[in-house]
């Protein structure tokens, strides 16, 4: 087995803690702060803060480039957050599924290449996984699979999860 490339693991990670805090707050910004919809979000966006702030930490410790896509990830994020915001609530919560489900397919894989190496980078992987799969649950729970082309928009928004992680790797 080859050895785990750390730098680019730490950027993919910063970049879509980045990406999911520009999600959540293009959804915010159309869902306001007072909705059922707006509270679990705001709940799951401060989480995805705090991840972020964790890997830009490490980024700036272990002097990892960051992805150079960030302007585009700023941009993306937030867009793709209004746009589900404004079809329907159930829409926003459709997003969180699909890409929680991309992420938790993502963080695994890191953990699988990982092994025994880096035990505290696993640690907080390991930790995010599970805060991620119950950002899942949570937006499962308050009807995701009930938003318009659910299928079809789970399907897009997974694909392009999965193009993001491979860009954010090298580039």
């Not at 919809?37 to 002097?63: K, N, P, V």
């Not at 995701?144 to 580039?171: D, M, Q, V």
């Amino acid at each position: 087995m080859s050895e785990p490339d750390i730098k680019s693991m730490i950027r993919v990670d910063q970049a879509g803690e980045y990406g999911a805090t520009r999600i959540y707050a293009g959804q915010l910004a159309i869902l306001g702060a007072n909705s059922p919809a707006a509270r679990s979000i705001s709940r799951m966006a401060a989480q995805e803060q705090r991840h972020r702030e964790t890997f830009d930490r490490m980024i700036a410790e272990r002097g990892v480039r960051p992805t150079l896509l960030a302007p585009l990830w700023d941009r993306a994020g937030f867009l793709l957050g209004a746009v589900t915001a404004l079809i329907s609530p159930e829409a926003a919560m459709a997003c969180t599924a699909a890409v929680e489900t991309e992420i938790d397919k993502h963080y695994a894989d890191q953990l699988a290449e990982l092994g025994t190496a880096e035990p505290e980078l696993a640690k907080t992987i390991a930790e995010f996984k599970a805060e991620e799969l119950e950002h899942h649950a949570t937006a499962i729970a308050e009807g995701a699979e009930r938003a318009p082309g659910y299928p079809l928009l789970s399907a897009a928004i997974r694909l392009g999860c999965r193009a993001a992680i491979g860009l954010s790797k090298h580039i």
